[in-house]
């Protein structure tokens, strides 16, 4: 029930662009994105619902698509802050659990 | 505000060992979840509660038990500890389904 998340890594230039996918296998709620520095708890960056619509925070954005069970989240012009790992988490239809993914680590260099 | 209290933040145990995690939240969150994390790997449910009694097994369950006789206190215990359960912990909690969740600061465990 895990999620899966694409790339597994990637590295950037500060001002690149970069996109991380996330897909589920099964029907989804509600997907959310979170980052975590290295040694730091998760930290919370949005929430999708249901609806398939777009949401924005700074030059971060993300889209959930429910009919492919699939979120992606855009990340714009990126700053040396953005670097860390980022998860996207699922809930589904079904349950009171949510589950994330397996991580995209993310690093943004001078 | 305080938010999610983890402790402790360290702890090394010995094969066989038990022990409690405790984890407490100031904000009249129902639902709390422990999750573990192993090196490189993303974020494990364990157990989850959505209230006060209420309680039910996430994907990893095995190994732990949990308990919430109260809306803030979510501790998570440990029996006959093993290498295996050698990971970072991480209490959640959240007001409803779905979740913006806030994290505690993890408890970092080894089993020796």
């Known amino acids: 029930q895990q999620p899966v998340q694409s790339p597994q890594a990637v590295i950037l230039r500060e001002g690149e662009d970069a996109v991380i996918n996330c897909s589920s296998s099964?029907?989804?709620?509600?997907v959310h994105w979170y980052r975590q520095k290295h040694g730091e708890a998760p930290v919370f960056l949005m929430i999708?619902?249901?609806?398939?619509e777009q949401k924005g925070h700074e030059k971060i954005s993300a889209s959930f698509n429910e009919k492919k069970q699939q979120s992606s989240l855009y990340l714009t012009a990126s700053q040396l802050s953005y670097s860390g790992t980022y998860f996207c988490?699922?809930?589904?239809?079904?349950?009171?659990?949510?589950?994330f993914g397996t991580g995209t680590s993310l690093t943004v260099i001078p | 505000n305080a938010g999610v209290t983890q402790t402790p933040k360290f702890r090394i145990l010995k094969i066989g060992q038990s022990m409690t995690l405790q984890c407490t939240q100031d904000?009249?969150?129902?639902?709390m979840y422990w999750y573990r994390q192993d090196p490189g790997m993303g974020l494990k449910l364990i157990y989850y509660?959505?209230?006060?009694?209420?309680?039910d097994k996430g994907e990893v369950p095995n190994g732990y038990n949990v308990s919430r006789s109260t809306t803030e206190d979510f501790p998570l215990r440990l029996e006959l500890a093993a290498p295996s359960q050698t990971s970072v912990y991480f209490c959640?909690?959240?007001?409803?389904?779905?979740?913006?969740?806030?994290f505690g600061q993890g408890t970092r465990l080894t089993v020796v």
């Open positions: 959640a909690s959240s007001w409803w389904e779905p979740p913006e969740a806030f």
């Open positions: 099964k029907a989804l709620y509600s």
């Open positions: 999708l619902l249901k609806g398939g």
């Open positions: 988490g699922t809930g589904l239809n079904t349950g009171n659990q949510f589950y």
């Open positions: 904000m009249n969150h129902n639902y």
């Open positions: 509660s959505v209230g006060a009694g209420i309680t």
